[in-house]
């Protein structure tokens, strides 16, 4: 990782305070959830997003079936989906959040074209990285 790269992650991650993230799960055992509750504890504001557990209370806030359906301004999408599925949330998200900070995607989580598109939209984007691991890796 380079400088620069560090200093645009760090960037990212000071900037962004409310943070919608799209796959959340209720099970502690699954990463969505920890590093949701890792958030939280940072200060951070986390929307969680799931349809399935639309309208249940997690982190303070009420989880959403889309983001659609999140009122008021987000940051930061965190995209907790499979590959195949995150073009349709960048999508949704460049749709909602006229001001977005950023679109990031979980380990493992990659859609160049999709990346294209939040970019041409002057939105950051990351990929196959943590924010539960960058932040304590960058001293945030």
């Known amino acids: 990782m380079t400088d620069a790269e560090d200093a645009r992650l760090a960037d ?5 305070r409310t943070i919608a ?10 990463p969505s959830h920890r590093v949701a509750a890792y958030l939280a504890r940072q200060g951070y504001r986390v929307i969680p ?3 399935g557990q639309a309208g249940q209370v997690a982190l303070g806030e009420v989880v ?10 987000v940051d930061m999408v965190d995209i907790f989906r499979r590959s195949e599925e995150a073009g349709a949330v960048v999508d949704e998200a460049l749709a909602r959040f006229p001001e977005l900070v ?3 995607m979980q380990l493992g989580v990659e859609d160049e074209d999709a ?6 939209h002057g939105v950051q984007v990351v ?6 691991i960058e932040i304590p890796r960058l001293g945030l």
């Open 64 to 73: 959403r079936a889309s983001l659609s359906e999140i009122e008021g301004h």
């Open 127 to 132: 990929m196959n990285r943590c924010p539960a």
């Open 12 to 16: 990212i991650l000071t900037r962004s």
């Open 49 to 51: 997003v799931n349809p």
């Open 115 to 120: 990346a294209a598109r939040a970019r041409a």
């Open 21 to 30: 993230l799209v796959g959340w799960s209720p099970k502690p055992e699954r």
């Open 102 to 104: 950023c679109v990031w």
